[in-house]
């Protein structure tokens, strides 16, 4: 599905690929195409990485090229900044987010308080969910920690995409499926975990999140304060060392 993808991507090769006997595609980071013509044997390579849409909505979903190219004129691509907002409490989500790039964090507040609820990543699904379903206001906000660049699917488009062919459905679930189960898995996290346990499970999740997110961002997250934190930390480390 991805190789026919891309082998369309590259329609100028039409007159060259006519005159082919035999054409196959291999792909493994770098996108090779060998045709064999009546004479020679051409290959030529396209250095084409997957953007994270194409590699969520072709190869996760199981879009086909066509659906693909119905729902790519759809996507705006948006370059954030640093501690950009985009979304505050009080907004009516209007978007499914894919993240290309950057990191953002979703909290709410409390008494003033920052709690954070949750961390994107590269791959991540952004949205305030349970607001684009409802189409009412949410309470919480989703700011960049970092510069981002984020691929936007707005929900009047999502909503006609639906209406236009049930195919589309299988993104509706997609989302809400890994939505719902990332949800789980924190709550009970949250529920049955030490400080410790989460703080183990989230560097699996993210190994890269100590180089990426403050300490106090990750320490909210976890529930506990960043000295907690600290001292968690100092006792893996010298574990660590201990068993090595």
Same mark, same amino acid.
């Given at each position: 599905?991805?190789?026919?993808?891309?082998?369309?991507?590259?329609?100028?090769?039409?007159? @060259?690929?006519?005159?082919?006997?035999?054409?196959?595609?291999?792909?493994?980071?770098?996108?090779?195409?060998?045709?064999?013509?009546?004479?020679?044997?051409?290959?030529?390579?396209?250095?084409?990485?997957?953007?994270? /849409?194409?590699?969520?909505?072709?190869?996760?979903?199981?879009?086909? #090229?066509?659906? #693909?190219?119905? @729902?790519?004129?759809?996507?705006?691509?948006?370059?954030?900044?640093?501690?950009?907002?985009?979304?505050?409490?009080?907004?009516?989500? *209007?978007?499914?987010?894919?993240?290309?790039?950057?990191?953002?964090? *979703?909290?709410?507040?409390?008494?003033?308080?920052? #709690?954070?609820?949750?961390?994107? #990543?590269?791959?991540?699904?952004?949205?305030?969910?349970?607001?684009?379903?409802?189409?009412?206001?949410?309470?919480?906000?989703?700011?960049?920690?970092?510069?981002?660049?984020?691929?936007? /699917?707005?929900?009047?488009?999502?909503?006609?995409?639906?209406?236009?062919?049930?195919?589309?459905?299988?993104?509706?679930?997609?989302?809400?499926?890994? /939505?719902?189960?990332?949800?789980?898995?924190?709550?009970?996290?949250?529920?049955?975990?030490?400080?410790?346990?989460?703080?183990?499970?989230?560097?699996?999740?993210?190994?890269?999140?100590?180089?990426? @997110?403050?300490?106090?961002?990750?320490?909210?997250?976890?529930?506990?304060?960043?000295?907690?934190? *600290?001292?968690?930390? *100092?006792?893996?480390?010298?574990?660590?060392?201990?068993?090595?």
């Amino acid at each position: 599905m991805v190789e026919q993808y891309l082998f369309k991507r590259f329609s100028d090769l039409s007159e @060259v690929i006519k005159k082919t006997t035999h054409f196959f595609v291999i792909l493994s980071g770098l996108f090779t195409l060998k045709l064999t013509t009546q004479r020679h044997l051409i290959t030529i390579k396209f250095e084409h990485q997957l953007t994270i /849409l194409e590699s969520i909505l072709i190869d996760k979903i199981g879009l086909t #090229f066509e659906e #693909f190219s119905v @729902v790519n004129p759809f996507v705006q691509k948006r370059l954030l900044k640093k501690k950009e907002l985009i979304i505050k409490a009080g907004d009516t989500c *209007s978007f499914i987010g894919f993240l290309e790039s950057g990191t953002l964090r *979703s909290y709410v507040l409390k008494n003033g308080a920052e #709690f954070n609820v949750d961390f994107y #990543f590269p791959g991540s699904i952004v949205s305030a969910y349970t607001s684009f379903l409802e189409q009412k206001p949410t309470d919480g906000f989703i700011q960049t920690i970092s510069e981002s660049v984020l691929y936007t /699917l707005p929900y009047s488009d999502f909503q006609i995409l639906l209406k236009q062919d049930t195919r589309y459905y299988k993104i509706a679930r997609y989302i809400a499926e890994t /939505l719902f189960i990332k949800k789980c898995k924190r709550e009970k996290s949250l529920l049955m975990d030490s400080a410790n346990e989460r703080y183990k499970y989230l560097l699996g999740l993210y190994p890269t999140i100590e180089q990426d @997110v403050p300490q106090y961002h990750i320490a909210s997250y976890l529930g506990i304060k960043p000295e907690s934190l *600290s001292r968690i930390k *100092s006792l893996t480390y010298i574990n660590e060392k201990d068993g090595s």
